[in-house]
């Protein structure tokens, strides 16, 4: 039994924590944005916020001590408990995190290439990752030609494909020959790495995952999330030119 769906969806519908909260990003945990010890982006091992995971019975006893009532669905719905309630992959990943994995990707390539505007460098990429799909006889998971404004327009600070989900999930294989061919750093195509990985993983097992499994993704997406951290704030950095990373919380875990 679940409830499953957008981050955003279910902290309006059942009034849970949302990631924008700023001193509670998570309704599993007490992960904060400003609270030193707490913060949401430390993903070591030793991080605070991994001594504060909620359980369904600490969760009521917290709402209680608060004065805050226990939303109704939980009340009604007998055996529905806090840990039924999860972020589908879909949301998380799809048409989340992948797509702005891709969004660097391609943008990364597109600015180091030498030659012509970005408009007509997106093109020649787009022409490869055709070429990539047909040479396998694949649909490509672009559904249309690649350009400048699907991955940064002017309102947007960093890159993210805009593309339906199941077509940003479809080219896990292309882009990891894409950051191969064009020398990305090891750290950007370590990240693509993992994230082949976790859909392999997903792909490959049924409804309940065996323990191997769940094992593995939760060592992936630690990783991940240590590197992609890394990433993003030596973009930041840089002023947004690119991602130049250092190992440091990658091997933190």
Request: positive net charge; proline residues 3%.
């Amino acid at each position: 039994m679940q409830i499953r769906g957008d981050c955003w969806f279910l902290a309006q519908i059942i009034y849970l924590p949302a990631h924008n909260n700023t001193h509670n990003s998570c309704w599993l945990c007490r992960a904060s944005r400003v609270h030193p010890g707490l913060l949401w982006h430390d993903f070591s091992r030793s991080a605070g916020w991994r001594k504060t995971l909620r359980t369904h019975r600490s969760w009521e006893h917290e709402l209680r001590s608060r004065g805050s009532m226990i939303p109704l669905i939980f009340q009604l719905v007998i055996g529905l408990t806090l840990s039924c309630v999860a972020i589908d992959v879909l949301h998380i990943l799809d048409l989340g995190v992948s797509a702005h994995v891709w969004g660097n990707l391609f943008w990364l390539i597109i600015k180091r290439r030498r030659g012509g505007t970005q408009e007509s460098r997106a093109k020649t990429l787009s022409s490869a990752i055709e070429t990539w799909h047909r040479d396998r006889n694949l649909s490509s998971g672009l559904r249309g030609p690649l350009t400048a404004q699907r991955l940064r327009n002017e309102k947007s600070k960093y890159p993210k494909l805009k593309a339906k989900g199941a077509s940003v999930r479809s080219l896990v294989p292309c882009d990891l020959d894409m950051a191969r061919a064009n020398d990305l750093g090891e750290h950007e195509i370590v990240v693509i790495q993992l994230l082949d990985e976790f859909y392999s993983i997903i792909n490959d097992q049924d409804l309940f995952l065996e323990d191997w499994a769940v094992t593995r993704i939760s060592e992936i997406t630690c990783m991940f999330c240590s590197i992609f951290t890394d990433l993003s704030r030596s973009a930041h950095d840089n002023n947004g030119r690119s991602w130049k990373s250092t190992p440091k919380l990658y091997y933190s875990c």
